[in-house]
């Protein structure tokens, strides 16, 4: 992969980052809570269900966030686009589609990454 490609895919990497930072660092919803359990015991209970679905996106965005960053990482190293797992070659198209992939399509069927 030559410079002007690995520098675009920092760049897409960079964006999709600021993207889940950005969208992480608005007020968690149940911080305001507080306000709104006057309510009666049905609408508590949609409200924890709420909590629920906010926690586990955060969960998803942090694991993205991470891996995000480590292929920010593998590029400033040199070591981009190259499976983690085999040492082959990722595809490009691969990588457009993921770009914070760590292994080769074959990889990722065996072991489910
Ligand atoms: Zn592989």
């Known amino acids: ?3 002007r490609e690995l520098k675009k895919f920092r760049t897409a990497l960079q964006e ?3 993207a889940i930072v950005n969208a992480t660092g608005k007020k968690p919803h149940w911080e ?3 306000d709104t359990r006057h309510g009666d015991f049905v609408d ?3 409200d924890d ?3 629920h679905v906010n926690l586990k996106l955060l969960q998803t965005d942090a694991k993205l966030l ?3 960053e480590a292929a920010i990482e593998r590029i400033d190293k040199g070591e981009y686009g190259v499976c983690a797992a085999c040492g082959e070659a990722i595809s490009v198209a691969r990588l457009k589609a993921v770009p914070w992939t760590s292994v080769c399509i074959d990889c ?3 072991k489910s990454i």
Do not use: T, Y
Request: without cysteine; aromatic residues 0%.
């Open 32 to 34: 305001n809570m507080a």
């Open 108 to 110: 990722k069927g065996k």
């Open 1 to 3: 992969m030559n410079k």
């Open 44 to 46: 508590q209970a949609s």
């Open 49 to 51: 269900n709420e909590v």
């Open 66 to 68: 991470r891996a995000i």
């Open 16 to 18: 999709k980052r600021d």
